[in-house]
């Protein structure tokens, strides 16, 4: 009990000093400074001890009847409301103090951050975030809050190749990623937010990176480098995530995969290295410009692509039956990479494969992941973007089948 009123006295603290240094002084001070934030909390804390819940709701209510009060005999040149709101929900984290102490301090301490970041939020909306940012912010909550509930999460469409639910998290997917690099950008500057952002978003998909950096090169030539050297660099983040996968499926065939992951891991880090030195030397800073945080368009086709590429596959396996693990594997690998070495692996871990035998169907699937990674590049950034991303995609393939084949030889 005592912790819990310490907890509910330090929240009262806390607020109450950061409305002290904002109170001001004379008659036109705020009604509420330190004293009156310390004593609010530990009345909501005693309320709860005392009569619970039930006197909670009474001296809440008294609180707000005595900040209505204050508001209007003090604040007819102020229409603020921050110190009245502040206050009321005080007395409810002082009374949530004695029942979840660690949730009420965390609490007190957003709302003390909110309080205290008062210019830096206003100077943040009124002069940095722009309409058109504000209006993608928008779009991209709707996409996410709105739409994506509403979309059945079931196989549809030809082959049952379909499902609208996941087709459409790859559209928030790449709009999410775009408005990273965005950021990051506007952050940073081309030179250092977009291989950043790149490398970061190659961990949740390199696939959509790449679509998402060919969109960004193709509306803002003047960060070609950095969107080049982020796209490059997320195939890095594929490696490394696809050797984690492995040896969370099968320690074995993370061993017998070392030469074929680490061959394609260097070209990708070198190619990526290369591009990323080049945007760093670039000095132009016209690239931080304000504009769009992302292009729906885009995000959208990127989607239709991948919807045509799942049907694909989905024919081939219906062509091809289920024989041949390296067939499978080439055949999952047009949409995801990663699906195809978690499969194999998982046959590998069973005993249904042997660890050697899944020399061949990785890189198979690694190679027609980079088919896509190729169409998407071309369609997404236009000439000059994919002339500079599929060498370095095609440089990472042969160098993983060179590794493979140098596994296999030395046995």
Avoid at 127 to 147: G, M, N, Y
Avoid at 343 to 363: E, H, T, W
Wanted: aromatic share 6%; proline share 3%; with cysteine.
């Amino acid at each position: 009990m005592l912790l819990n009123l310490a907890v509910a006295l330090g929240i009262g603290l806390l607020i109450g000093a950061e409305r002290e240094r904002r109170k001001g002084s004379g008659p036109s001070r705020s009604p509420a400074g330190l004293r009156t934030f310390a004593v609010t909390s530990l009345a909501g804390a005693i309320s709860v001890l005392v009569g619970g819940e039930m006197l909670l709701a009474v001296a809440t209510a008294g609180i707000l009847a005595l900040t209505t009060v204050a508001y209007w005999r003090g604040h007819s040149n102020d229409p603020g409301l921050t110190t009245e709101i502040a206050l009321t929900a005080t007395v409810l984290l002082g009374g949530l103090a004695m029942q979840r102490p660690a949730l009420a301090g965390g609490i007190g301490v957003i709302i003390a951050v909110l309080l205290a970041a008062r210019s830096r939020l206003h100077q943040f909306v009124g002069r940095i975030l722009t309409e058109a940012e504000l209006h993608d912010a928008l779009i991209f909550a709707a996409a996410t809050l709105v739409v994506l509930p509403l979309l059945p999460d079931r196989a549809m469409g030809p082959y049952g190749a379909l499902n609208p639910r996941s087709i459409w998290l790859v559209v928030i997917l790449v709009m999410a990623i775009s408005a990273a690099g965005y950021v990051a950008v506007r952050g940073l500057g081309a030179r250092f937010g977009l291989p950043l952002a790149g490398f970061a978003a190659g961990f949740i998909s390199s696939t959509a990176t790449i679509g998402a950096m060919g969109g960004r090169a193709a509306k803002q030539s003047d960060v070609m480098t950095g969107a080049v050297a982020g796209a490059v660099l997320s195939t890095v983040a594929t490696i490394v995530q696809m050797a984690l996968v492995l040896g969370t499926t099968s320690m074995a065939t993370l061993s017998s995969l070392a030469a074929p992951l680490l061959c394609a891991g260097l070209a990708a880090g070198i190619y990526g290295a290369v591009l990323t030195s080049l945007a760093l030397r670039q000095t132009a800073e016209a690239d931080i410009q304000s504009g769009r945080a992302f292009s729906l368009w885009t995000a959208l086709v990127f989607a239709a692509t991948l919807s045509a590429v799942l049907v694909a596959c989905a024919a081939l396996q219906d062509q091809f039956g289920e024989n041949g693990v390296i067939v499978a594997a080439a055949v999952a690998g047009f949409a995801d990479t990663h699906a195809a070495a978690i499969s194999v692996a998982s046959l590998v871990a069973s005993g249904k494969l042997s660890a050697s035998d899944a020399l061949l169907p990785i890189p198979a699937g690694l190679s027609t992941n980079t088919i896509s990674k190729t169409v998407l590049a071309a369609t997404s950034g236009g000439r000059a973007f994919a002339l500079r991303v599929i060498p370095g995609l095609l440089l990472v393939a042969v160098a993983a089948w060179v590794g493979g084949f140098y596994r296999l030889i030395a046995g």
